[in-house]
T-cell receptor, first 113, second 113 residues
């Protein structure tokens, strides 16, 4: 079974631009969660999508948004990029029940200049 | 919401020695506790997990213990090897919020040959 895939793996943007990251979950998984990982803050939860609906949301500004498609693939968008948005963005997929394991992708390394 | 604390933040051990990482959580309703290993340039990989109906689980050199009364759980790695060097994260689920997890801040383990 193929794992979670994320594209692109690396991205360099400048302040003020916007970016879209993509995540393809494990086949059969309906939940996709997004996390921001930085050296100082660890793994911070952005949001979770389940069956095309945002089920949970972390404490991030409205510049961070996401969506999920009918095939469970998910995208997250960051508008008006700031230097502090430089991070590793991870997505994780699961079947979606509260005790289901989340499986992580390799991440997208975003650098904002 | 849930708060997960993890200690220590860094840990160095000699090859062959044991390593112990400890986590505490705040939400008594949490009932699923996975542990992840993250190597440089990769996403976190699940290494072991435990559910609240058991107190201990072992998989070869790795074991996890859970004390629900004290709200803490620990990862034990025996006979450490250089390839165990990585960052380890504990996590706790947040029941009734779908598949949301809260993560500890990570422990950087170095195994010295």
């Amino acid at each position: 079974k193929a794992g979670v895939t994320q594209t692109p793996r690396y991205l360099i943007k400048t302040r003020g631009q916007q970016v879209t990251l993509s995540c393809s979950p494990i086949s059969g998984h309906r939940s996709v969660s997004w996390y921001q990982q930085t050296p100082g803050q660890g793994l911070q939860f952005l949001f979770e999508y389940f069956s095309e609906t945002q089920r949970n949301k972390g404490n991030f500004p409205g510049r961070f948004s996401g969506r999920q498609f009918s095939n469970s693939r998910s995208e997250m968008n960051v508008s008006t990029l700031e230097l502090g948005d430089s991070a590793l963005y991870l997505c994780a997929s699961s079947r979606g029940l509260e005790t289901d394991t989340q499986y992580f992708g390799p991440g997208t390394r975003l650098t904002v200049l | 919401g849930e708060n997960v604390e993890q200690h220590p933040s860094t840990l160095s051990v000699q090859e062959g020695d044991s390593a112990v990482i400890k986590c505490t959580y705040s939400d008594s309703a949490s009932n699923y506790f996975p542990w992840y290993k993250q190597e440089l340039g990769k996403g976190p990989q699940l290494i072991i997990d435990i559910r609240s109906n058991v107190g201990e689980k072992k998989d070869q050199r790795i074991a996890v213990t859970l004390n629900k009364t004290a709200k803490h759980f620990s990862l034990h790695i025996t006979e450490t090897q250089p390839e165990d060097s990585a960052v380890y994260f504990c996590a706790a689920n947040s029941p009734n919020t779908g598949n949301q997890f809260y993560f500890g801040t990570g422990t950087s383990l170095t195994v010295i040959p």
